[in-house]
């Protein structure tokens, strides 16, 4: 590489979502863009790894580190932010057919992030499907089926009077509450006391609606942004299908991230993977830029513009950020299993009877019996649940008190992939079990109840492979300041919650591509001006007007063709 082509006007510094959504807008903007990782795969904490390169993942983070000959900074911030790591010892074969995510969400039909894939053309390099059931587990009722639709409702076997109150509410949630009556003064209430308050809603259905389709953490979620995140989800529905959610083929958030690096590199976008960044000088003065040295590589980099994920940001520049004085750290203890049997939902229900996906069954009297001796109903429920096709996505809510063992106060979720999302080899499925906790809390002891429950659903006893750690998630209570000499922006943070990642994402990297474009805008402001005509201004020919740069322009010809690169 020619010093030429080291110069750029930007270096990025990791390649997960928010970095390679920024990467690919400001490659297609026209700005030269270095993007670098020191890992040999693209994601960065929303990867997608084979098996092996799990298990790789998971030693790389938990060996002791006196048995490293060389310790990167970035290994050392990694094993700060992934803690108490275990994993099965013997790795299943064919590893390499299973494509695991480190960050698994569901993606909003409608939404920032939906809107960028389409307009980016990000889109067309990947696949997805809907999510095909939500569901809901208690102690005493099992795994119910959550009805996330006016149709569900009807089907469903609650009363007139709880169809009645529920509509209400999904009228009220899916239009302009924040002015409403019933919100007036309870926008901080907790989210379970305003339905029951407000719509006399029973426990059983508040925790659907809480939890399942709200999404709520806790029961102290406060109710306007619960009704908000509720708002959304139902606009989602119908746009591709009955849930407002899809699925990633490949894993996901990892497989979408690689897309954005695509899009930048087709944009002229430069990608050096599994490269140690040895040092990087910052400029001394505005008109000076960044100098990156890598390790084994020719010739430095130059950019007059630095971003980087807090992890892969040099120790060297640390000293050169204005850290926020309080940051808000949020635990989360995860697991990923394999099995090799599915979740077994139960059959739909509807106002005819039982459905088991196109198997109906008509209701019963109470004291009928078939020929065996035993309750007709629970012959046909025996046999809807044996011929209902098989769930390949799906997501199961643990409310609080609802497992035995398990917490009082939190919630926990399982979601699921199979075959159907090319993230596992057929027969087998990926589990994502994940529960929110606290310092001091052992988080397998937390756990294990609901993976006991989790894998009681499909029948096994034992997952073929587990990987079990605590991520910390550190949120600053303000933004990191940006100094003006030298222009370093890092990245944040991503939420934990599974339906809110991929939008925040999109948020913060939209963000990212405007500040970075208002500071060189600001460098060569003569660069961002065009002069008017005195027909076009009205004036006499000597009127600028500022270039707006949007973070997606219009697709061309071949890239509307989707053409293959």
């Known amino acids: 590489m020619s010093d030429l082509e080291g110069n750029f006007d930007v270096i990025i510094l990791g390649t997960g979502l928010v970095e390679s959504i920024a990467a690919a807008a400001l490659s297609k903007a026209g700005f030269k863009v270095a993007h670098l990782d020191n890992n040999s795969y693209y994601g960065g904490d929303e990867a997608n790894l084979t098996l092996d390169e799990l298990a790789r993942w998971a030693d790389n983070r938990s060996t002791p580190l006196e048995k490293y000959e060389k310790i990167s900074s970035y290994l050392v911030a990694q094993r700060t932010k992934f803690t108490s790591i275990t994993r099965s010892s013997a790795v299943p074969d064919h590893a390499r057919h299973y494509s695991i995510s480190l960050a698994p969400s569901l993606i909003p039909s409608v939404g920032p992030f939906i809107s960028s894939l389409i307009a980016s053309g990000v889109s067309r390099y990947g696949g997805y499907r809907l999510l095909e059931r939500v569901g809901i587990y208690s102690s005493s009722k099992g795994l119910q089926n959550v009805p996330g639709s006016k149709g569900d409702i009807f089907k469903s076997t609650l009363s007139l009077i709880e169809k009645r109150r529920l509509m209400r509410f999904f009228k009220f949630a899916t239009g302009k509450f924040e002015s409403s009556n019933e919100l007036q003064g309870h926008e901080q209430t907790p989210f379970p006391e305003f339905l029951q308050s407000k719509f006399s809603l029973p ?316 500071h060189l805008k600001a460098k060569i402001p003569q660069a961002w001006t065009r002069e008017r005509s005195g027909e076009e201004g009205g004036g006499d020919g000597d009127v600028f007007a500022e270039i707006m740069v949007p973070m997606w322009p219009p697709l061309g010809d071949e890239e509307e063709a989707g053409e293959d690169e």
């Open 203 to 518: 426990q059983e259905i508040v925790d659907a609606i809480v939890y399942a389709l709200a999404f709520c953490a806790s029961t102290a979620d406060v109710t306007l942004h619960a009704l908000t995140r509720l708002r959304n989800y139902f606009q989602s529905a119908g746009r591709y299908g009955a849930s407002p959610f899809l699925v990633g083929h490949y894993g996901g958030l990892g497989e979408i991230a690689q897309g954005f690096c695509r899009v930048s590199a087709v944009n002229g976008g430069v990608y050096i993977l599994d490269k140690k960044t040895e040092d990087i000088t910052p400029p001394s003065t505005s008109a000076d830029k960044f100098v990156a040295h890598l390790a084994d590589f020719p010739s430095p980099l130059t950019a007059g513009v630095l971003i980087a994920a807090d992890d892969q940001l040099p120790e060297s520049l640390q000293p050169l950020l204005t850290k926020a004085q309080n940051t808000d750290e949020s635990l989360m203890a995860r697991c990923i299993a394999i099995i090799d049997q599915p979740i077994l939902f139960p059959p739909v229900l509807s106002s005819e009877g039982l459905s088991g996906d196109g198997v109906n069954f008509a209701p019963v009297s109470s004291g009928e019996e078939d020929a065996g001796g035993q309750s007709s109903a629970s012959t046909r429920l025996a046999s809807a649940l044996a011929e209902a096709p098989l769930v390949d996505t799906s997501i199961i809510i643990f409310p609080p008190c609802s497992v035995e063992g398990g917490s009082s106060i939190k919630v926990a979720q399982a979601f699921t992939t199979g075959a159907g999302t090319f993230s596992a080899p057929e027969g087998k499925y990926v589990v994502y079990v994940s529960i929110p906790i606290k310092d001091g809390e052992d988080p397998e002891a937390l756990m294990e109840p609901y993976l006991n429950t989790v894998f009681s659903l499909a029948s096994v006893s034992e997952p073929l492979f587990k990987v079990a750690y605590v991520q910390h998630i550190s949120f600053p209570s303000s933004s990191t300041p940006t100094i003006d000499l030298p222009p370093i922006f890092v990245t944040p943070a991503l939420p934990p919650h599974v339906a809110e990642i991929s939008d925040y994402a999109n948020s913060a990297a939209e963000s990212l591509f405007n500040r970075v474009v208002d």
